[in-house]
């Protein structure tokens, strides 16, 4: 016979050309069709190989040798196992993920396993193998097989198990024994875990399904979220309610990255020594990767937030100062941070006006309020009747007009913002928000009054100041000429000068 003619014959027995059809199908769907494109390695090798065959088989049968017989069972089998290849692929890989459904990588692989027992036996049937006979045989060697491979077998029950019942999916963050981490992938043999040290922790399978296994973050019909504890230990100069009040304040008004709105942070004192308290700050968290770095952030709050109260962290009860600390020590570390606060007052030309005594006297009663990265420095319509000096830091300004909220500004140090509430009382007319850690100052109302009442031109000045640079902010915008800009100006200032002598109480 031709060796063509044995090709095609040999090609018809074996379904050769519905086979690649369907693979070419599977291909070009995958390839064309906007989701993840299947695995094809398999597929092809059993296709690939089925091919060799097929050509060895024609080749041998048109040169008349006994060897066809030996390599056409297996041609089959391989042109089965491709079948059954290209079929899961289709399935598994175009018409299942199209209707929203996606079956679990073991499933996959049992099913398929399965289809190509079916077809191997279907192919030995065919070819006239006696399988009642081949079963009986195998019998006690299937029995040692089984009894040898319960462990394998074990796992794959468990695999399966895991996935049928949905106890534990792919991205699920688990705590089993010292292990703890992020679920990759389940597998015939093993679950693997990805922890936060960049490993990946092989578990098997009839571990998972016999251990406890905490499931962190999950909780029926609520979202993801794993409550934290940040500990901190205040001593007892200050009340725990105090405590309580300004560090939950500030925790709670911050935007912190992966920290829960709701349900809010609180603060809880956990226990009592004999010279400090020991606190907690309780978040959730919603990022379960990201453990360590958010408490860190919620750290740095806790500190900024005590240093604004003037509140300090406990220190050991042995410590021990080998530093006598001397009036005239103090009175050294006063002035330098009264020359540090002068310093930054004489950048600011909201206070150029002002005399180097005066605006000593301002730096004198400046109080050091830092932020941490993501407080919220003043909030939007609120009462606050002081002024913020920025020395070093970013911060940005939003505004919120109705349900849209915008950052309309940036602001970086030396700068300051507040100023309308500290002279005239009006609330806040933004909220700024610190971008950086910020090195900040504030200055109060009653530090103000006092300058001001002792020399009530000052109030003038600042008048002044401020209908100039709310005008210059007007001419850019409306394109005013010089004298309708000195007119307004001068209507600013009379306005602002009046709400000014009423805000301190000014004959």
Known sequence: MHFFDSLWEEANRSFTPWVLLLAAVSFLLAKWVAIDKPRFKAMFFFIAAHLIGLVATAAF??????????????????????????????????????????APLIVQDVVVAIAMVGAMLGVL????????????????????????????????AGGLALQVDNSIETGDWIKVGDVTGKVVEIRWRHTAVETRNWETVLIPNTVMTKSNVIILGRRRGQSTMLRRWVYFNVDWR??????????????????????AREPQPNVVLMDMTDTFGKYAVRYWLTDLAVDDPTDSSVRSCVYFALQRADMTLAMPAHALFVTEETTDRKAIKTEKQVARRRQLLTTIDLFAGLSEAE??????????????????????GADAHWLYLIEDGQACVRVTDGTHDREVAQLKGPCFFGEMSLLT????????????????????????????????????????????????????KEGLTADAARERAAREANALLKRIRSFFALN
């Open 125 to 156: 049937s065919r070819a006239g193998v006696n399988l009642s006979g081949l079963i009986a045989t195998s019998a006690v060697f299937t029995a040692m097989l089984g009894f040898s491979l319960q462990d394998v077998i074990g796992n794959i």
């Open 359 to 380: 605006r000593t006297e301002l730096a004198r009663t400046m109080k050091y309020a830092p932020f941490a990265k993501g407080e919220v420095m003043t909030r939007q």
């Open 61 to 102: 049968e048109s040169v008349g040798s006994n060897l066809v017989d030996l390599l056409r069972t297996p041609t089959w089998i391989l042109a089965a196992a491709g079948l059954v290849g290209a079929g899961a692929t289709l399935l598994f890989s175009v018409v299942l993920p199209r209707m929203r459904l996606h």
């Open 425 to 476: 009382g009006e609330p806040r007319s933004a909220t700024v928000i610190a971008d950086s850690e910020v090195e900040c100052f504030r200055l109060d109302k009653a530090a103000v009054q006092q300058v001001i009442g002792a020399r009530p031109q000052v109030a003038e000045q600042l008048a002044k100041l401020l209908a100039d640079r709310k005008v210059a902010l007007q001419v850019a």
């Open 238 to 259: 200050f009340q725990p309610g105090d405590v309580i009040a300004v560090v939950q304040n500030a925790v709670r008004g911050a935007q912190l990255e992966q920290v």
